[in-house]
């Protein structure tokens, strides 16, 4: 069975860094896309970043250019860097994993069967 345990996160100031970190076990990690999404109180959640076939990489359009998604076959983790942080960046992230996910549907949260625990992310203006 797969599980994702998530890590990292806190509290930055605006224009700061953070780097979660989603590790993957109970699988070929090679062969899953891996995704971040992410969701504040009362709200859909909403694609950040996805990476698929180990190195393509799609982003939303309010996080292209900040942030940065990896992925690292020999740790069996994939990384969300995050860069110049905004206050509306805060919500509860979220890695998630499938073995199956078409192109078209890389930013659509029911294509990924495995969610992380969630972890929150607070940016102060």
């Known amino acids: 069975q797969v599980q994702l345990v998530q890590s990292g996160g806190g509290l930055a100031q605006a224009g700061g860094s953070l780097r979660l970190s989603c590790v993957f076990s109970g699988g070929t990690f090679r062969r899953y896309s891996m995704v971040w999404f992410r969701q504040e109180p009362g709200k859909e959640r909403e694609f950040v970043a996805a990476i698929k076939g180990g190195t393509t990489t799609y982003y939303s359009d309010s996080v292209k250019g900040r942030f940065t998604i990896s992925k690292d076959n020999e740790k069996n983790t994939v990384y969300l860097q995050m860069n110049s942080l905004k206050p509306e960046d805060t919500a509860v992230y979220y890695c998630?994993?499938?073995?199956?996910?078409?192109?078209?549907?890389?930013?659509?949260?029911?294509?990924?069967?495995?969610w992380g625990q969630g972890t929150q992310v607070t940016v102060s203006p």
């Open positions: 998630a994993a499938d073995a199956s996910v078409i192109t078209s549907a890389v930013r659509m949260k029911e294509a990924y069967s495995y």
